[in-house]
Each structure stands twice: as structure tokens, then as C-alpha cells.
């Protein structure tokens, strides 16, 4: 018996045999079984000490949540290429600056808007397919929808998705605006979205993809999985998680760049972030997520930046603080908000 | 202009898919090399094969998850930080786990909210034995085993686990433990020799014994 128990210590000793149980490969597989050969009286020791090694755990084990994992990787990324971008030349450290500028997703509004035109997304030809389907949504609206084939889609405000039936064995969408993917897995039927320019085209994965007619930009920002994107001028780049592909149409170039989760993605969540954002932006995106209209009333200066952070609020709530801050007075009347100047007291 | 169009290049032909020799035959010694000469693929590498393990690892020392995943991020930053004065490594897992348990460590004194025992960290390293199959070891062996793994004194419980789950060598589990690989050695050699001591004789040897 204890000599037993001491032949069991010597194998569960041996660090080799425990790297063996825990992590074959073919040279120790060689190994080990070329011992119990000539050690067959072993085999028994061998197979309780296998037990017990393969037994051990953790009582507890903690999993990092996927949010948590994608957001610092990507915080880890971009520390990364700050680093590597500060140790290069001055040059250098200019175009990080500008990158991370982009990674912000700064909306950068084009004069005066180029608006929808129901042209940029052209119906299939319709001999060989049945039906088409649009979902539309207005200015202050969100939609949920589920595709065919299982994939979710969450269309932000005045955005809009067409899409052919049959869609499981072709999944070809089309997006105007922005939204949110989440795909099923099919390897054998890839999933493409198709903007104005660009062509994103995916197996399983979930992303975020951001192309308003009206913004010289289209952004891919990939939050699980594996994503190839390319536009009509050829630039094309694979994404994996925590890269944003940027297509800048104005310099004609594809920037790949890392991102916030939160900061991208957070919309479909009820998330609304300001990290700096310049007021005339911060009016903008309320005007679009609450579906208002805001109506300067006497000339006050639309100055400053706004840092805010809000999940679900009310647009009343989120005035409370963006005026307190920028010291300017509001009141809502239906869809409208008008702006004047501070009362002195 | 002709700079910047360069620059852009090169972020352009990022390809993000491990595709170069030294990730597809995880040649952790190539990897860290790459990563302290800057190499964004590497650190990436790094971070999808031990993120979980760190945090999972560092978890069972401390319950506030919040630190906990605060520490592996501040761990992966100073490590970008600092990657021309590190050394070579000889198994990058050891390394990142003994830098997570400083840390956390560390953080945890300074805060002086949890009084540490230096001889362990009383807090954590629950063992579970998990029945994996149905050959080798008795029903009533596992539970012995657990119990008897439950009740040794912190640090051969933690040696266990990094032995047996984690599956670190001695050297490695020392470099983590701060401990010479002879008393790494001695250590496991003592939580062991009390762990064999308790099983069973074969069935067929005779009449079972039930040491306790």
C-alpha cells in the first residue's frame, strides 16, 4: 500500500508525465507509451495519477466577460500604438494623433448634407428574385429586426436595410445609415453588406458598421470574429476584433485603427457618450437619437465641448446637463428645443 | 503628403490574421522577441492566449472583479511600456501570472483592506475534484482528495494548481511563487506525498482500507 502510493507520488512528481497528461504531443505520446511498455506493472499507477491531475480545478473559475475582454484589448492595442507611434519621429506622432481622431468616429458632417436618395440603394433586378424587403427608420427611431437566417440586426436612427427573400442561401444586405450586425455562423453561405462604396463580407461575427450618406466616411468596427472589408477603389483589409476599418472617401484611403467598444457600438444599447464632443456635434446626435429640432432663438453661441455619459436617459435629463455646463437656458416645446441665453438672476 | 501616404500604407497592409510562421507554431520564445521589438501581432497573441487565464488566475486571490480586470490591463500596458527592458523570458505564462499576483498584491496592501498573510493568500485556491471518468480513481477517492487538497496550508495549495492545472513546470511555478525551484520542488513533493498516501489499494490487493 504505501509502496503503492509512493509509485503513484513518483509519476505525479515527475513534471514530464504531468506535462504529458495535461498537454500530449506526439513526442511524449512516443515517449510514454514506449515506458508503459516496458513498465506494463505501471499501468494502473499510471492511469490513478492521470485521474488526479486531470481531476484538479479551480472550486471557482471567473471568466472575463466578452465586453470586458474586447475593451481592453483594444484600450491594450491602442496604448500600444500610441507607445510605438511616440518612440518614432515627430511625423509620427502627428498621424497617431490624427488616427486616433478617426477612432473617435468624430462625425464629420459634409456641408450641407447630401440626404437620402433612394437611388444609392437599388433594387435587385426582379426576375430572379421574389421579394424585397426595406425597413426604414426616421430620426429619433431604433429597430430591432431579425433576418431569414437567425442574424440580428439593430438599425439606428434614420438608417435603412434592404434585403432579398430568399435570403439564407444568398445573404446579401444592403445599408444606408448605420447599424449594428450580429451574425449567424454559416461558413458555406458568406454574409456580405454592401454601403454606397463598400463591401463587407463576413462568416459569423458580430460589427458595427457606420455609413451615412451624408458623412465622407464609412467606418467597419469589429467586435467578435473575422471581417474582410474593401471598397470600390480596391483598398481592402481583414479586421479582427477590437479594429475598426476606416474608408476615408475624401483622401481616398483605408485606415485601420482600434476603438472603443462602448464608444461605437454603445448606441444599440441605449448608450449616449460625449468625450470632448464640440457642442454643435453634441446638438446633431441628440437631434438624430431623440428626433428633435433645435432652434437657436437669440443668437447664443454654440461654444464649447461636452463630456457626458448616458444610458437610457431623457433628453430633458441630458439638457439638464449639457446647459448647466454650458451655461445656457432651454425648454422643450414638442419636437423642438429652444436655446436662449441665460437668465441673470 | 508623400509621407503620410506611406504611413497609410503601411496601416493598410495590417494583416490581422496569425499568418506568420512564428504565431501559427506558437514559438513563445520568437513571439516575446517580436513583441519587445514592437510587434502589434505578438502582443495580441499574448493577450487572446493569457487575458482569460490572468484574470482568472488573479480572480482566485481577489473578489472584486473590478480590480482584478484593472490589474491585467495595467499589467499588459506596462509591459508595452517597459518591452525594451525586458528580458528574455523563459515561458511567457510564468512571467505574466508572477507579475499579476505582484500586483495584485500590491494594490491589495496598499489599500490595507485585506490584511494578507504573507505565508499565503488565505483567500483563495479552492480545489475542486472533478470525476472525469470512470477508470482509475474511486467514487469516495475524489472526495477524500478534495478534502485533503482543501485542508493543506495555502501555498501547497496554489502550487497544486499551478502544477496540475495550469500545467507550469517548477522552474516556472518558482519564478511565480518567488521561491527556489528546490523548495518549489519540496514544496509539491510535500502536498503530494499526504495526497498519495490517502488512495485506496487496488481492489484486488485485498480489502479496502480507508485511510483517514
Known amino acids: 500500500m504505501a509502496e503503492r502510493a509512493s509509485k503513484i507520488l513518483d509519476l505525479l512528481e515527475n513534471e514530464n508525465f504531468v506535462q504529458w497528461v495535461l498537454s500530449p504531443n506526439q513526442e511524449t505520446n512516443h515517449y510514454w507509451s514506449k515506458w508503459l511498455l516496458t513498465h506494463s506493472e505501471r499501468k494502473e499507477d499510471v492511469e490513478k495519477a492521470r485521474q488526479i491531475v486531470l481531476s484538479t480545478h479551480y472550486k471557482k473559475s471567473f471568466t472575463l466577460p466578452d ?13 500600444h500604438r500610441r507607445r510605438i507611434k511616440e518612440s518614432n519621429d515627430l511625423i509620427g506622432r502627428k498621424l497617431f494623433y490624427k488616427i486616433s481622431g478617426v477612432a473617435a468616429a468624430i462625425v464629420l458632417m ?23 424587403i426595406r425597413k426604414k427608420t426616421g430620426s429619433g427611431q431604433k429597430l430591432t429586426l431579425q433576418l431569414p437566417d437567425g442574424s440580428k440586426v439593430v ?7 434592404t434585403y432579398a427573400i430568399p435570403f439564407s442561401s444568398n445573404r446579401e444586405v444592403k445599408l444606408s445609415g448605420e447599424a449594428f450586425f450580429d451574425v449567424k455562423k454559416d461558413p458555406e453561405h458568406p454574409f456580405t453588406v454592401l454601403t454606397r462604396y463598400t463591401t463587407t463580407k463576413v462568416v459569423g ?27 470600390h477603389n480596391g483598398h481592402e483589409a481583414a479586421l479582427i476584433p477590437a479594429q475598426q476599418g476606416v474608408f476615408d472617401f475624401k483622401h481616398d484611403q483605408l485606415l485601420v485603427t482600434p476603438f472603443s467598444a462602448e464608444a461605437i457600438a454603445g448606441w444599440k444599447d441605449g448608450l449616449l457618450l460625449f468625450n470632448n464632443t464640440p457642442l454643435t456635434e453634441v446638438m446633431d446626435r441628440l437631434e438624430k437619437w431623440y428626433g428633435v429640432q433645435f432652434e437657436i432663438t437669440d443668437g447664443t453661441l454654440m ?3 461636452y463630456t457626458g455619459r448616458y444610458n437610457n436617459a431623457s433628453l430633458e435629463k441630458i439638457l439638464d446637463g449639457v446647459s448647466y455646463a454650458s451655461g445656457f437656458d432651454f425648454k422643450i416645446k414638442d419636437k423642438t428645443v429652444l436655446v436662449h441665453k441665460k437668465q441673470r438672476k | 503628403m508623400n509621407r503620410k501616404k506611406e504611413a497609410h500604407k503601411q496601416t493598410v497592409h495590417f494583416k490581422s490574421d496569425f499568418d506568420n510562421e512564428y504565431l501559427l507554431q506558437r514559438d513563445e520564445c520568437a513571439i516575446w522577441k517580436r513583441f519587445k521589438e514592437g ?3 505578438s502582443l495580441i497573441y499574448i493577450y487572446q492566449q493569457y487575458a482569460g487565464l490572468l484574470y482568472n488566475y488573479g480572480s482566485q486571490f481577489c473578489s472584486r472583479s473590478e480590480f482584478v480586470k484593472d490589474c491585467v490591463q495595467e499589467l499588459f500596458y506596462e509591459l508595452i511600456d517597459r518591452r525594451k527592458k525586458l528580458g528574455d523570458v523563459r515561458s511567457i505564462k510564468a512571467y505574466l501570472f508572477s507579475c499579476l499576483k505582484r500586483k495584485i498584491v500590491k494594490g491589495l496592501k496598499k489599500e490595507e483592506r485585506f490584511l494578507l498573510n504573507e505565508k499565503g493568500l488565505e483567500l483563495g485556491f479552492m480545489i475542486a475534484s472533478i470525476p472525469i471518468s470512470t477508470q482509475g480513481l474511486e467514487k469516495s477517492e475524489y472526495v477524500v482528495i478534495e478534502r485533503k487538497l482543501n485542508a493543506l496550508p495555502p501555498q501547497q495549495k496554489e502550487i497544486i494548481l499551478l502544477y496540475f492545472y495550469e500545467g507550469l513546470s517548477y522552474l516556472e511555478i518558482a519564478d511565480i511563487m518567488n521561491i527556489k525551484v528546490k523548495s518549489a520542488r519540496a514544496l509539491a513533493y510535500r502536498a503530494l506525498n499526504s495526497l498519495t498516501r ?13 485511510p483517514l
Not at chain 1, 438599425?155 to 436595410?161: F, G, Q, R
Open chain 1, 110 to 132: 459634409v456641408g450641407a448634407a447630401l440626404w437620402y436618395n433612394d437611388n444609392t440603394l437599388s433594387t435587385p433586378s426582379e426576375h430572379s428574385i421574389s421579394e424585397v
Open chain 2, 39 to 41: 510587434d502589434e501581432q
Open chain 1, 303 to 305: 461654444e464649447g465641448k
Open chain 2, 198 to 210: 490517502l488512495l485506496l489499494p487496488y481492489k484486488k490487493k485485498g480489502s479496502i482500507h480507508f
Open chain 1, 205 to 231: 461575427t458580430s460589427f458595427n458598421i457606420r455609413s451615412y450618406t451624408y458623412e465622407s466616411e464609412t467606418a467597419i468596427s469589429v467586435l467578435t470574429g473575422k471581417v474582410e472589408v474593401s471598397d
Open chain 1, 155 to 161: 438599425l439606428n436612427a434614420e438608417s435603412e436595410i
Open chain 1, 67 to 79: 465586453e470586458d475582454y474586447n475593451q481592453i484589448l483594444s484600450d491594450v492595442v491602442s496604448h
